[in-house]
């Protein structure tokens, strides 16, 4: 693995051991993240992973106006702040607008960018200002290699604490690929996360009917092997405790029920590499 600068939080440091970070896509209820958080941060402590949870106070680009889009963000940074003091866990959510990521970045451990935003200048200086550490999205439409410039704006902007997050690359109409190549090549700016879930997203396909985006989650554990494998740094993972009533990306979801089998084999494929 290439010499890199680390990404570091409570103690997680890139390189030294595979991390994690996951929960449900956005906040359906104080109760239910809360309850997410403690469960699955229940499993990462008993496979001794490192553990960040996740999810948005906002889904800003939902498909259909009328979709679910989360507590907004007064409230959601609320519940955001004790989740993390209540489960006792790093917590990261994304952000939409420049003029939020001072309050965001106050609430919470990670500030994310969303992928649509990934090229968005004024947000990732923000970021870089305001935010502790920050996962920034490779765009489904951004080759691995222009993901440097985002690494640069931020690191020109005084915040060296990044992460990469490689999450498919748009392939034709709704539906989504993962060049495995793209993992080494972001790895060479920062270390690199790869996102199980939204990788086999089928974006805005209109299952049913409906406007709503489509997943092939039988392909969550082959494409997490693979990406852990290739020598990624951590795992982001969507994880629900029941994908068809999930309000927002249960197609894509992984079970909570199945989430410490897929972790065991991505723990021995890791330690079989060192």
Request: aromatic share 6%.
């Amino acid at each position: 693995m290439p010499n890199l600068p680390s990404f570091s939080l409570n103690g997680l440091n890139s390189g030294a051991e595979l991390f994690l970070i996951a929960g449900p896509c956005v906040i359906e209820s104080e109760a239910h993240a809360l309850r997410m958080a403690e469960e699955i941060g229940a499993v990462a402590r008993k496979l001794q992973i490192p553990y960040i949870f996740k999810a948005s106070y906002d889904k800003a680009n939902r498909t259909s106006l009328h979709s679910f889009r989360g507590p907004g963000l007064e409230e959601g940074l609320r519940i955001l702040q004790r989740i993390g003091k209540e489960a006792g866990v790093p917590v990261l959510t994304d952000v939409h607008e420049a003029k939020d990521v001072p309050a965001v970045a106050e609430a919470v451990d990670v500030v994310q960018i969303p992928a649509f935003l990934c090229r968005q200048t004024d947000i990732l200086v923000a970021a870089a200002k305001y935010a502790k550490s920050i996962n920034i999205k490779k765009g489904q439409f951004v080759s691995p290699w222009d993901m440097r410039h985002a690494v640069e704006k931020v690191r020109a902007s005084g915040n060296d604490n990044i992460v990469l997050t490689e999450r498919g690359s748009s392939f034709g109409y709704n539906n989504l690929v993962v060049d495995m190549r793209s993992l080494a090549i972001m790895r060479q700016f920062a270390p690199v996360v790869f996102d199980a879930t939204h990788s086999i997203q089928l974006p805005s396909s209109g299952v049913g009917g409906k406007a709503v985006s489509g997943g092939q989650p039988e392909y969550i554990p082959l494409l997490a092997r693979a990406a852990v494998a290739a020598g990624v740094d951590g795992v982001f993972m969507e994880v629900h405790d029941n994908p068809a009533e999930a309000k927002s990306d249960g197609a894509n979801a992984l079970r909570l029920s199945d989430l410490e089998a897929v972790l065991k084999e991505l723990l021995a494929i890791r330690n079989a590499l060192k």
